[in-house]
């Protein structure tokens, strides 16, 4: 039987709809609000004095410490890579960069046995956007926390997550020295929400070196670039009018 909740009051300090809830279930409740949201904070509460107080002063949230993310800091066996549940291959590029580009993403869900290709395209922006979209969109598409092994070919993204190089980047308020500014923040924040959401282990992987996964996405990648149409990366574009990217 399941245990009845106590709790009257829900505050979601960081949900698809933050706010306080008087009940859990139900399409006005706050179980909905954070129901496979990245990152959620939200606590019950017996009084509506408790869920105030917590929503206007929530904790402050503990994040990874540079260097001893879940990945990084996890041991290797000696016999190789553990694979994770769900085993997520991708790529991304530019048709000259900055330029046309696109990204591809293959998701091998080893719980189901179903594979899934993801693809998509935008009309000018960056190699180094499209390898994180690439990340970003592959773990998006599980609907719960699972445990992952995501192959990149890009040291920026594997790197940035390992070596805890995004943790400092954000922690700083997203600058990477006192007067220089992280690029791509808004992809980095979005990746480092959904790795504390599942368990991923990132590994590089050498681009075009046979690699069956990893050519796979290659192939969506560029065939998305060349999609005519394409649309707008919104945010490239606006930081290029700032200069941001000059």
Sequence with gaps: MAKKRSNKYYAVVKGRKPGIYTQWYGEEGAEIQVRGFPGAIFKGFTSMQGARQFFKTPPTVVRPVPGKT???GKKRPSGGVKTGDVVLYTDGGCINNPGPGGYGAVIEDRR???TVELSGGFRLTTNN???LLAC???LETLSSPSS??????SRYVVNGITKGWAVRWRANGWKRTATEKALNADLWGRLLDLCEWHDVQFQWVKGHAGNRGNERCDRLANTAARQNKLPADT???KAVMKGEYA
Excluded: P, Q
């Excluded at 992952?148 to 070919?153: G, K, M, N, P």
């Design 70 to 72: 879940k990945t990084a």
């Design 112 to 114: 189901s046995g179903k």
């Design 129 to 131: 956007r499209m390898e």
């Design 136 to 138: 970003i969109v592959g």
């Design 148 to 153: 992952v092994t995501l192959y990149s070919d």
């Design 235 to 237: 945010v490239y574009e």
